[in-house]
């Protein structure tokens, strides 16, 4: 446990996301910025940690492995190791020059490197922003809540291309109070302002908890219960909008949105006889203060160095983003995660986590340079998996590409018209066009590890206008560029393959491509079989899925 | 091409017949159906006929005669006994004895969007639970996995309140095939028919069948091949497993039968006219081919287009018009299933987002009104020929039995013959019934 002195010294400094050492910093300077760069990277950079981190990590899973007995996967392939690593790190496949150079790269350490390169991406925010921006706000395909949650994007995109500590990050958005475009307050608008709503996005996302069921009944399979979900809820009891109406109502009239506590206000849960007052999970209370509101209550506890959920919270998260599952189910406070499996080692990289200063980008590069993340999945290349092996990490699980994935990385084989106008600095939100392929080709499967596709999205896929448009020889792309007489057909055949899937085609690949285009290739044909070529290939299984 | 390949080359060089080659459904079909409707297993289906912006109640099926809120329109006998509908729906009242009105419905939004989504899911909108449309978990509990066909098609729905559309935490699988959508402006399909298309299920524009057979069969030897490598000698990876099905499926919908199935000009033009040339009336014939198929669930919409029953003002005139093509098409799709022996096992929901007020504005129309409003239902599994519910001589009180959104939805399950009860598993593992409400025993046949 922290020292008291400890505490206090978080508490009254937390809110402005400083350590001592940079508010002298700060005060020197004079820049009085309510988030400085807190980012380990800067400060004290030691791979030498991150190296023993990924070493522990290795070697708990063969650990772990050979008391189950199961078989390791062979290491993936560099090009579906690349393709891998892009979309999970930058949200995108890499384009053809950098698949070539990665492939052709000597250096033994180019996967370390590739992963570096990654993270200091402005995609790395930017996909990070995007990821986290479905993880809180509920889905919703209107023209209000799109514009709304730009707000939250922005604001998110900013905190991960400086790398803000992840408490902090945490602490700021629940303490938030503006929300225009600027602000993360829309968090609260988009829940309507609803304490149950809130508390059950508040426990999963950031506590790792699902407490989504005790709203209406005790957990079937834990110990949480009603009144533990309802506590807990309390904490937002006292959420209003500065015009006491609902945040949406305020976004739409062009008024920036305003988030504020009342002061007083209690939640009485629906069936209950009288008011629950806030409980943190887990126990303790808080008091009434007339500085800090209830939410800055709770912001103030989850932010704890110690807070028993937070950082495994975000461990556990940030695992499932890269390995499709979490290492555990269910988080406990006393450590006893379900399933038990690999408890310890979320515990251990947990703490690790939190030694790092909560550095989310750099606990993402350990996580990208194990060699369990390195292991070949099913399929892309023919490497032998063992039946099992997936389930256990010794394997890559296959992850879906979600639909931004695939039409960032569409948009890398043939420009997209609007891409990146969009009105809000750039962002790649407010593309009309893909904004439609998003909400066509949503998956329902929140597990990435399914496929949650339908027969509608594939026809949409193999007829639809965007693929149409992406495989159109007569527009700007990768088709109309291979056109050009100067390439071989041998050339071509490579160059659509690392487009599309990031590797060199298998022998009989290069054989039936290479047969197509011979046969219905020849002169003014050329064009359209490369189209066909193309179509073909974003068409494949293996274009829908991360290798 | 590898020797395991599931599309045999004849396979292949059906495909190439896309659109050519379409199955003749002359001679066979009526048979079938006919079939069909004389087995006692035959499966249930519904329609819901989706009336986008309100419809006015009180010039519909709750009308007040002689009181000052009553407006312009004379109301006529029906067919049933005591039951009165508006003079601009002469059809319908030919085929009362099959309707049954629910005068006494009350909800809580009146904002077109939010009243939507409360409407077709039971739920207000926003929230941590993405709930589904009724018309999705009632296709999911009525699906025909034989039916080649998309087991939901939803003709001309509204371009506004997607979440009210979805098929939310069911997944994608049980979204609704839209034809005629907003991506598609109504168009004339020749000789003053509107045309509805599904998308999507031709391939794209300037690849000809000749092409387009090329194409799949080099996508299938690069299909093959990964499958191939993702099983390792075993089987393939459920994940790939399930992209391959339903590209295979996709692949099948494009095949000449099923579009037949959305060939309305394959229909003699006096049938077609019979309906009404509109997208509500051509649509509705949609309906009846579908039906016919085995589909298990079509919805129409009739307004989508700007919201058509949202009369602020001239409400007589507008809603003169809509009755007209209501109507015709709702009447026609009746009459021709009855004659098939279809309407005893389609069960047919008639509703909006809300009704209109009671009272009459300065600008001669009608306004929101969630307080007192009517949906109809039809055919299977309903006891036509009533209304439930009853409203006060100027229609601002609900007087007799008022209902609930819940109870609505779950009576049509019921008469559908789905438990409304029955749960799907949502986020977090947490299972949702289909309906919250109690069904309203005195509509069930």
Redesign the interface.
């Known amino acids: 446990m922290a020292s008291a002195f400890q505490r206090w010294l978080r508490r009254a400094w937390l809110p402005f996301g400083l350590s001592l050492a940079v508010l002298v910093a700060v005060l020197m300077s004079g820049a009085a910025r309510a988030d400085v760069d807190m980012g380990a990277a800067d400060l004290n950079d030691a791979p030498d940690e991150d190296r023993v981190m990924i070493a522990t990590i290795d070697a708990s899973l063969a650990e772990h492995w050979e008391r189950e007995g199961v078989e390791q996967a062979p290491l993936a392939s560099d090009g579906a190791f690349l393709r891998r690593v892009s979309l999970d790190l930058i949200g995108v496949a890499p384009r053809v020059a950098e698949a070539r150079a990665f492939l052709a790269d000597p250096s033994p350490t180019k996967r370390s490197e590739l992963v570096q390169r990654l993270l200091a991406s402005p995609r790395h925010a930017e996909h990070m922003a995007t990821v986290w921006r479905q993880r809180l706000l ?5 023209f209000g809540a799109r514009n709304s949650s730009a707000g939250v994007q922005n604001w998110l995109r900013d905190r991960f291309a400086r790398n803000v500590r992840y408490d902090n990050l945490a602490y700021d958005l629940l303490v938030s109070t503006n929300g225009d475009q600027l602000g993360p307050a829309y968090y609260f608008a ?3 302002l ?1 304490p149950e ?1 809130l508390a ?2 508040a426990t ?1 996302e950031f506590l790792g908890v ?1 407490l ?2 005790a709203e209406c009944h005790d957990h079937p399979f834990t110990d949480w219960k009603q009144d533990d979900f309802w506590a807990f809820a309390a904490f937002f009891a006292r959420v209003r909008t500065d015009d006491g109406g609902m945040g ?1 109502v305020a976004m739409r009239t062009g008024r920036p949105l305003r988030i504020t506590d009342a002061e007083v206000g209690e939640l009485t849960p629906p069936d209950y006889e009288a008011a629950v007052p806030p409980r943190y999970l887990g126990g303790g209370e808080p008091g009434d203060s007339p500085y800090e509101s209830r939410r800055m209550q709770l912001a103030l506890w989850m932010a704890e160095r110690d807070n028993p959920y937070l950082a495994r919270a975000a461990v556990n998260g940030l695992w499932r983003q890269l390995f499709g599952k979490g290492l555990v189910e269910e988080i406990n406070a006393d450590g006893a995660h379900l399933p038990d499996d690999h408890a310890a080692l979320l515990d251990e990289l947990s703490d690790w986590f939190v030694d790092s200063g909560f550095d989310l980008r750099r606990l993402m590069g350990v996580l990208a340079q194990t060699e369990a993340y390195q292991l070949a999945s ?5 490497q ?2 063992a ?1 099992g092996a997936v389930g256990h990490f010794a394997a890559m699980s ?1 992850k ?1 590409l979600t639909p931004e994935q695939l039409y960032d990385s569409l948009a890398r084989i043939a420009p997209a018209p609007n891409y990146g106008n969009g009105s809000m600095g750039g962002a790649v939100l407010f593309d009309p066009q893909r904004d439609a392929f998003v ?1 066509k080709m ?5 597990d990435r ?12 896929l ?3 206008d965007t ?2 448009r992406v ?1 159109n020889p007569e527009l700007p792309g990768a088709v109309a560029a291979l056109k050009a007489p100067f390439y071989s057909n041998r050339e071509r055949v490579e160059s659509l393959f690392l487009a599309t899937l990031s590797r060199p085609p ?1 022998e ?2 290069r054989t ?2 290479l047969g ?1 285009l011979e046969k ?1 290739g020849q002169g003014s044909d050329l064009p ?1 079989a490369l189209s ?2 193309l ?3 974003l ?4 274009m ?2 991360e290798p | 091409m590898p020797s395991q390949a599931r599309l045999s080359r004849r396979d292949m060089m059906r495909l190439s017949g896309l659109g050519l080659v379409g199955a003749s459904c002359t001679g066979w079909f009526p048979q079938m159906a006919a079939a069909a409707a004389a087995d006692p297993g035959r499966r249930r289906q519904a329609i819901l006929l989706w009336m986008s912006g309100g419809p006015s109640q009180m010039d519909t099926f709750d009308m007040k005669p002689g009181h000052a809120n009553g407006g312009e329109f004379k109301e006529i006998q029906t067919k049933a006994p005591g039951l009165r509908f508006c003079e601009h729906l002469p059809q319908l009242a030919e085929q009362a004895d099959r309707l049954a009105v629910i005068r006494s419905l009350k909800t809580k939004e009146g904002d077109h969007e939010r009243a939507t989504h409360l409407a077709r899911t039971g739920q207000s909108p926003g929230g941590v639970v993405q709930y589904p449309s009724i018309a999705c978990s009632v296709s999911k509990e009525l699906e025909a996995p034989r039916v080649a066909l998309p087991q939901y098609v939803s003709v001309g729905p509204p371009r506004f309140a997607p979440a009210a559309f979805s098929p939310g935490f069911l997944g994608p699988r049980f979204a609704p095939a839209v034809v005629g959508g907003d991506a598609q402006p109504a168009t004339d399909g020749g000789e003053g028919f509107a045309e509805l298309k599904l998308d999507n299920l031709s391939p794209q524009p300037g690849v000809d069948p000749e092409r387009q057979a090329r194409r799949m069969e080099l996508w299938n030897t690069m299909q093959q091949g990964f499958l191939g490598r993702s099983a390792g000698g075993a089987e393939p990876q459920p994940v790939h497993d399930a992209h391959d099905s339903l590209y295979r499926q996709a692949i099948e919908l494009m095949r000449g039968d099923a579009r037949t199935a959305f060939d309305l000009s394959q229909e003699p033009a006096k049938v077609r006219e019979s309906y009404g040339k509109g997208r509500f009336g051509q649509g509705c014939l949609l309906a009846r081919r579908l039906i016919e198929r085995g589909v298990p669930f079509v919805e129409v919409a009739l307004g989508a287009e700007g919201l058509g029953w949202d009369t602020h003002d001239d409400i007589f005139n507008q809603v003169k018009g809509l009755c007209g093509q209501l109507d015709t098409g709702w009447g026609a799709l009746m009459r021709e299933l009855g004659e098939r022996g279809l309407l005893e096992t389609t069960t047919i929901l008639w509703m909006g987002e809300f009704g209109r007020t009671p009272t009459i504005n300065s600008m001669g129309g009608r306004d929101h009104w969630p307080n007192g409003w009517s949906c109809v239902m039809a055919g299977g599994g309903v006891a036509g020929g009533q209304a439930f519910g009853k409203t006060s001589a100027g229609g601002e009180a609900i007087e007799e039995d008022p209902v609930a959104i819940g109870d609505v939805l779950a009576t049509f399950c019921q008469a559908v013959g789905v438990d409304p009860t029955s749960e799907n598993v949502g986020v977090g593992g947490r299972p949702f019934p289909i309906a919250e409400g109690t069904p309203i025993d005195r509509l069930l046949a």
Request: net charge negative; proline share 4%; glycine share 8%.
């Open positions: 509920p889905e919703d395909d209107s988009a829940h309507e609803k709503k059950a996005n999963r699902s989504e069921c949406e099913h399929g892309s290349e023919g032998k998996v039946p296959p879906t909400s949503r998956s329902a499967a929140e590890r399914e496929f949650g596709g339908s027969t509608l999205q594939a026809l949409y193999l007829n639809g693929i149409a495989t298998l009989e690949e039936a491509a197509y219905n359209a066909d070529l179509w073909a290939l068409n494949n299984a293996e829908a899925f």
